[in-house]
Nanobody, 123 residues
């Protein structure tokens, strides 16, 4: 069982930055691919970024590429999402996710999910 707790959300003006954190309660954090998804009001949850178990490989949605950076600290059981140059369209609830599979680019009920943290970007 994996428990995930996100933090770091808030309100920011367009062009600003936020750093999200996700702390995992699990003995073998390094066994999981970690990722971030987001869900805007009235829209489906969408993929943002994911990172391999060792942290050596990352992937991003085109909409955030070059602005967001995912990272992880396996010693602290934590994954981060640094968000720069934020835009109003980045406004959403951001969810941390973990999977024992090799990829984490789609929403699956059998993966592990946090409760979400709200990010609001004003214009």
């Amino acid at each position: 069982q994996v428990q995930l707790v996100e933090s770091g959300g808030g309100m920011v003006q367009a062009g600003g930055s936020l750093r999200l954190s996700c702390a995992a309660s699990v003995r073998t954090f390094s066994s999981y691919v970690m990722g971030w998804f987001r869900q805007a009001p009235g829209k489906e949850r969408e993929y943002v970024a994911d990172m391999s178990r060792s942290g050596g490989s990352t992937r991003y949605a085109d909409s955030v590429k070059g602005r967001f950076t995912i990272s992880r600290d396996n010693a602290k059981n934590t994954v981060y999402l640094q968000m720069n140059s934020l835009k109003p369209e980045d406004t959403a609830v951001y969810y941390c996710a973990a999977t024992p599979r090799y990829v984490l680019t789609t929403v699956r009920d059998d993966d592990y999910w946090g409760q979400g943290t709200q990010v609001t970007v004003s214009s």
